[in-house]
Structure formats: C-alpha cells, structure tokens
C-alpha cells in the first residue's frame, strides 16, 4: 500500500477544493465532443465522499427537470477544473443518502452559519 501511495503522491493535485458533506458546489467538468472540448458545470449538493488519497471520489446530487440526478466525480481527476462552493451546510451524517428519499423542501440541507 505504501508503494502505491509513493507512486501516486507526484500525480495529487496541490491545491485541493475545500468542501464537504452537505455543502452546495458548481464542478467544472470539462466534457470531450470529438476532437473539441468544453466546460460544462454541475451544480449540486454533496451528498458524500469516499476513499481517500489519490482515488478520492465524491458525490453531487441534483434534481433537474423533476428527476434526481446524481454524479461521481474524482478529486484528482484531470477531467475536473474546479470545484466551487455555493454554500456550505450543517450536516451531522458523513452519506446523506436519505436525501434520495425526499422531495421538495423536505430535501434542503440547513445553511451552516
């Protein structure tokens, strides 16, 4: 495991986004059509984060059009410019899967202060 993270450490990113769980972000995802790319964004909340190290992954949650949609996105990927925070949240669970669950208003997450 050490050999693994030896190899790794070169390809981390050094500045890392700052969020958590609960909190609403933008992600800058740049999207590949034929030989032209672009950035498109994907607004939502985190609704987890998993592993850790270079395989670092997290979670966005969306409703759009009346459907959830949900994306995993990897910390470290190079596919990934930029991970804004919109606002942060008050949460007391690490996985805020039971927002799955819910609709409407009942799906918020409290702004932290």
Known sequence: MDALKLI???SIKSELPQFNVGDTVKVHVRIKEGDKSRIQIFEGTVIAKKHG???????VR???HGCGV????????PNVEKVEVVRSGKVRRSKLYYL????GKAAKVKEAK
């Open 8 to 10: 790794s450490a070169p």
């Open 53 to 59: 190290g270079i395989q670092e992954t997290f979670t």
């Open 62 to 64: 969306r409703v759009a």
């Open 100 to 103: 799955r669950d819910r609709v």
């Open 70 to 77: 949900e994306r995993v996105f990897p910390i470290h990927s």
